[in-house]
């Protein structure tokens, strides 16, 4: 029995299944080996802590800049219909 079809196609298809199943082994690795890690945690929870804060910190910025701008200007009143 061989593991060719007329065309040759059966070869690449198990090679490229073999590929597959080394390549999730490394990932399923790879994310066991960084949970059980508590300085990574860590360090990624205080990294998003700082991402939210950036954040909050230039939303209010661009608000306040967006109340001087329209300060500014004469407000318009919407049209009524």
């Given amino acids: 029995m061989s593991l060719w079809n007329q065309r040759g196609q059966t070869g690449m298809a198990v090679l490229a299944l073999i590929i597959a199943l080394v390549a999730l082994g490394i990932s399923v690795y790879a994310y066991l080996h960084m949970t059980q ?45």
């Fill in 37 to 81: 890690r508590p300085d990574l945690q860590r360090q990624l929870t205080k990294m998003q802590e700082l991402v939210e804060r950036g954040r909050q910190e230039m939303a209010d910025a661009l608000k306040r800049l967006e109340e001087q701008i329209r300060g500014s200007q004469p407000r318009e009143e919407p049209l009524k219909r």
